[in-house]
C-alpha cells in the first residue's frame, strides 16, 4: 500500500525534557482521511507540528509524499495544505483579497482563488471582510488558505474546535467532498470519537504521547463485534442472582437485569438450563457489545 504519510519512532521532548512524544509510528494511506484521535494533551498538535515541520525534528523519521522530510522540507511542503493553530486570517481584508496575498506568495494561477472559494462555499462573500465572518466561516476561509495551491495532501488540527453542531457537520461534509473529488488525502487530529467516526477512514489513536491503536475504521469497529458480556433478563432476578453468585460467578445486577461476564456460550447455555429448572423464567439473555466510544476509553485508559 502506497502512503502519503511514514512517521517512524518519533519521539520528543520541550526545554523541561519531559518526554512528550516516544516512539510514534504512524501510516496514513494515500487517499485517506486519516483520523488522529486522542484526548487533551496527548500529543497530538506536537506530532502534527513536527509532521509539518513548525517544530524542529530531534527523534525519529517523517517521510511525506514519499520523501524525507529533513532532505525535501519545501517541496513538501509546496505539495501540502496546513491549518494547525490559529490561521493568520486578516480581519480588515475580504475573504478573496486574503487569498490574494497567499496566491502571491505561492505565485500559483489568480484563477485559484475562485477555485478554492467555491470549493469552501464562500463565494457569494467573497468580498466580505473576514472580520465579519462566523467562526464556521473562518475555519472555511482556512480551509480555503490551505487548499489555494492544490496540494496532494491536508494536515488538519481539530478543524472543527469551537463550531456549532451546524459547523462541525458542514465541515465533516466538506472535507469527505474535498477528499471523494479532488483525492487529497487527509490527516485531522480530534478529541471527539463520533466526530471522526462520521469521517475516517482510518485512524490513530494516541494517548500520553505513545500510538495505542493504528487501523481502519472497520479494524476498530472489530473490536466492537467481541463480546463484553451478557444481560440476563428473568422473572426473578433477586434469586437467579443468589444462584448465580453461589456459582461464584462475578454479575452485576441493576435496572436493566443480570449482567454476566462474556462466559463461554456453553456455560451460558447450562446456567439457563438451571435457572429454568428452579422454576426461573429466562426471557432475555442478551449479548452486550463494545461499543466505540468504551474501546476508546479501554485504549486510552493507563
Ligand atoms: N511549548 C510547550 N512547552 C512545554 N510543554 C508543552 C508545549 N506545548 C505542549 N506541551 C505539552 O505537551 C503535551 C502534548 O501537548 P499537545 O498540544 O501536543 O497535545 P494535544 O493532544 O494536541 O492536546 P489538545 O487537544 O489539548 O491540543 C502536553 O502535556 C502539553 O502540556
Known amino acids: 500500500m502506497a502512503y502519503c504519510i511514514e512517521v517512524a519512532g518519533l519521539a520528543y521532548q520541550f526545554r523541561d525534557k519531559t518526554p512528550v512524544l516516544q516512539d510514534i509510528q504512524l501510516k496514513v494511506p494515500q487517499g485517506a482521511i486519516y483520523g488522529f484521535?486522542?484526548?487533551?494533551?496527548?500529543?497530538?498538535?506536537t506530532t502534527l507540528r513536527l509532521i509539518t515541520g513548525l517544530l524542529r525534528m530531534q527523534t525519529g523519521n517523517v517521510q511525506v509524499l514519499g520523501k524525507s522530510f529533513r532532505q525535501h522540507r519545501l517541496e513538501i511542503l509546496r505539495q501540502t495544505g496546513c491549518l494547525i493553530e490559529s490561521p493568520a486570517i486578516y480581519e480588515h481584508l475580504s475573504a478573496a483579497d486574503n487569498l490574494l496575498v497567499l496566491q502571491r506568495i505561492y505565485q500559483c494561477p489568480k484563477a485559484n482563488i475562485m477555485e478554492a472559494l467555491n470549493t469552501v462555499g464562500l463565494q457569494a462573500v467573497r468580498d466580505k471582510k473576514a472580520g465579519q465572518f462566523s467562526l464556521g466561516m473562518k475555519q472555511r476561509l482556512a480551509?480555503?488558505?490551505?487548499?489555494?495551491?492544490?496540494?496532494?495532501?491536508?494536515?488538519?488540527d481539530e478543524p472543527t474546535n469551537g463550531l456549532d453542531p451546524n459547523?462541525?457537520?458542514?465541515?465533516?461534509?466538506?472535507?469527505k467532498k474535498i477528499n471523494r473529488e479532488q483525492g487529497i488525502s487527509i490527516l485531522i487530529s480530534s478529541h471527539l470519537l463520533p466526530e471522526i467516526e462520521k469521517l475516517a477512514t482510518h485512524i490513530g489513536i494516541i494517548s500520553?504521547?505513545?500510538m495505542v491503536f493504528e487501523?481502519?475504521?472497520?479494524q476498530l469497529s472489530g473490536l466492537r463485534r467481541q463480546v463484553r458480556g451478557y444481560l440476563l433478563e428473568t422473572t426473578d432476578n433477586a434469586v437467579a442472582a443468589k444462584l448465580l453468585s453461589a456459582r461464584d460467578i462475578p454479575i452485576v445486577t441493576d435496572t436493566e437485569g443480570i449482567q454476566l461476564p462474556a462466559l463461554p456460550v456453553a456455560v451460558i447455555t447450562e446456567l439457563n438450563s438451571q435457572l429454568v429448572q428452579r422454576g426461573i423464567g429466562v426471557y432475555?439473555?442478551?449479548?452486550?457489545?463494545?461499543d466505540l466510544e468504551t474501546i476508546f476509553m479501554d485504549l486510552i485508559q493507563p
Open 37 to 45: 484521535l486522542g484526548p487533551n494533551g496527548a500529543g497530538k498538535t
Open 143 to 156: 480551509l480555503a488558505m490551505a487548499l489555494l495551491h492544490h496540494p496532494r495532501l491536508l494536515i488538519l
Open 167 to 175: 459547523g462541525i457537520i458542514e465541515m465533516r461534509e466538506l472535507l
Open 208 to 210: 500520553k504521547g505513545r
Open 215 to 218: 487501523g481502519s475504521l472497520e
Open 284 to 290: 432475555g439473555i442478551q449479548p452486550v457489545k463494545n
